[in-house]
């Protein structure tokens, strides 16, 4: 069964700190992966998109790294701001339909 | 440049009432469409999908259902809502398959 999982569930963090969040996927075949952020109550926002032969791809304070072989990706936000606080989806993209398989989220709260 | 609306924004129906989510999409022509549910505290499902004008694949049976009367019009609709119905919808699309999804501000239901 294709899945995804995220951790930690909820992460708090002080303004101006680096923060990591995982993803780790069972989906096969793979077809890409992408980081979505998702502010409270709004819809959700691409911030990344992998594909099998990528490792890493930066969007400004944010980077997502990924590793096809243990099927990890990791994202990782530098010097945090307020405006970051949100909740941050992995979402896998596989199969012949690409059919899409997200993530339940982390929740980031970023405190001044 | 594409833009997804949705509305209402915000909805609070009693139990037994019908339900009608419209989304639609400007800037582009032949999108794939698709409706979200995401309750509290877990992860997007997929509900609906659609290729084209009158055709609507469904991902979960319930008592939901969905309609593409035009290119760009994605509505969601039933005929009996229940308690369960609740959650945030999102309507988002896509150019084709494997693409970034692009999500829609989301709609709030409660059913009361």
């Known amino acids: 069964k294709n899945q995804v999982e995220q951790s930690p569930q909820s992460l708090i963090i002080l303004e101006g700190k680096n923060c990591t969040l995982q993803?780790?996927?069972?989906?096969?075949?793979?077809?890409?992966l992408r980081w979505y952020k998702q502010d409270t109550g709004r819809g959700p926002v691409s911030l990344t998109i992998?594909?099998?032969?990528?490792n890493t791809k930066s969007n400004g304070r944010y980077t997502a790294t990924l590793d096809a072989d243990t099927k990890q990706s990791s994202l990782h936000i530098t010097a945090s701001q307020l405006s970051d606080s949100a909740s941050y989806i992995c979402?896998?993209?596989?199969?012949?339909?690409?059919?899409?398989?997200f993530g339940k989220g982390t929740l980031l709260t970023v405190n001044p | 440049s594409q833009t997804i609306h949705q509305w209402p924004a915000t909805l609070v129906q009693p139990v037994g009432s019908p339900l009608s989510l419209e989304c639609t999409v400007e800037g582009t022509s032949n999108p794939n469409l698709y409706w979200y549910r995401q309750a509290a505290g877990r992860g997007l499902q997929l509900l609906f999908y659609s290729v084209g004008i009158g055709q609507i694949s469904s991902e979960v049976p319930q008592n939901l259902s969905a309609s593409r009367p035009q290119d760009r019009q994605f509505i969601l609709s039933s005929k009996k809502l229940l308690l369960s119905d609740s959650g945030f919808y999102l309507c988002?699309?896509?150019?084709?398959?494997?693409?970034?999804?692009?999500f829609g501000p989301g709609t709030r239901l409660l059913v009361l």
């Open positions: 979402v896998v993209s596989g199969g012949s339909n690409y059919k899409l398989t």
């Open positions: 988002a699309w896509t150019s084709g398959r494997g693409e970034t999804q692009y």
């Open positions: 992998m594909t099998f032969s990528e």
């Open positions: 993803c780790n996927y069972t989906v096969s075949p793979f077809s890409n």
